[in-house]
């Protein structure tokens, strides 16, 4: 239903089902739902009892994709029993508990009479959202990032409730936003990067840091955003919930005026719609009216690169989006935000001037820098972060020290997976000399471990590299160039991919 105007079901059929779209029946039945398999009729997938979990959501991403302007005001009829079944299946079973300390295996034991039950309470009001529990991980850097653990009842309605909006919100959310987003991903967001700054005239480099965006956005404007597209109430009061529920740190219940906790299965997609409002569609329109030159734009999630073809355009927009931006109750980090010259034409550019090598900036786990081919044309290489490999080999040193006794064939297992799950996010091209180091230095650390069991140990680097060839993946590279896979997942270049 769209502003209260319901609209029909285009499954259920007033004949029997044609075998050919577009030629009737031949012979009028009783009308039925259209069987499967028919050409008319959208491939949706199906629950467990069969019953379809999508048509529904189809139909409403067509009002979407139709009518840019209105607002749904009957959505949570769309949180269903299978919806919120497809949603517990989703979730992670060893995820840690939250305060309520229901655990996945825990739930399934009763799972169709706990559905059933907590369907009942979100369309009655009666459902209640729990606090919290806030915990925090250690960076990289060594500061501790806030980490909120929902209960686990939270975690389904959320996301159910995320899948029937994501309908709505994927045909309004622009190209340049890859963060938490069906079928795309970071490196959708590494590929468009690269693509943008080798085959556009881009000069310089906005690097921006968004300083506690999570913690600092209005919860005030995050509703009112919403409120341009959701006119269903009862699904607005389940965000209140959310937001109101508040944070429980060791023992003490604490409500925030602002922010939304990180963890949160619902967060991801409050923080694209808050960005959306207060950074895409700004930065679109800025772009259009205020830009002599180029200007591309990556944003994924709070992670925001913009490039440009001329200077004074990259000045005048910083200043642009830091005013834009305290609008909206957020701020540019002062020390993580920086303008640098970077592009094809860097490197001579600053060597007319006087000046050393382009500078280099991170985005998602990787250095960019400005490099050459063998024939010496531009090449914009990605190498890993050091303090994020730093930081994961100290992870692997903590570990395999618990691991220290076990049998090598188990070690040898154990760090097959975590080399493997490395190489598959980092092995990209001109990388492959960071995925060398970072297998060496896993190679290293064992030996020392295997070298601790005994006193009269006699672990040669011979022996130890026989061993690692034995379990540890080569460096290789994985990920095809950035321009191959852009071109196969948009056909057709446009700027605001």
Known sequence: MVNGQEKSDPTIVAGKPANKAGQPGAERVEPRVGAKGNTGQPHTGRAQNRGSVSQGLDRVRQVARQHKK?????????????RLRAAFSALKRSAAPGVDGRTWQGYADGLEGNLQDLHARVHSGAYRALPVKRQYLLKAD???RPLGIAALEDKIVQRA???????IYEEDFLGCSYGFRPKRCQHDALDALVVGISQTPVNWILDTDIRNFFGSLSQDWLVRFLEHRIGDKRILRLVHKWLKA??????????EEAGTP????????????YLHYVFDLWAAQWRRREATGNVIMVRYADDIVVGFQHEADARRFWEAMRGR???????LHPDKTRLLEFGRHARANRAQRGLGKPETFTFLGFTFICGQSRRGAFLLQRKSRSDRMRAKLKEIKAQLRKRMHEPIPVQGRWLKQVVTGYFAYHAVPTNVRALGAFRYHVTVLWRRTLRRRSQKDH????????IAAAWLPPPKIQHPWP?????????RWEPSA
């Open 262 to 273: 990180q963890g949160a299965v619902a967060s991801p997609l409050l923080a694209n719609v």
């Open 161 to 167: 409730v995320v899948a029937v909006l994501n309908a």
């Open 325 to 331: 931006l305290a609008q909206y109750a957020l701020t």
């Open 459 to 466: 672990m040669t680097w011979e022996r130890i590299a026989k």
């Open 70 to 82: 209105e607002r749904f005001t009957a959505l949570l009829h769309h949180v269903t029993i299978n």
């Open 142 to 144: 060594g500061k501790q």
């Open 483 to 491: 321009d191959q896979r852009f071109a196969v997942k948009h056909p």
């Open 246 to 255: 508040g944070v429980l740190e060791e023992g003490e219940w604490s409500v």
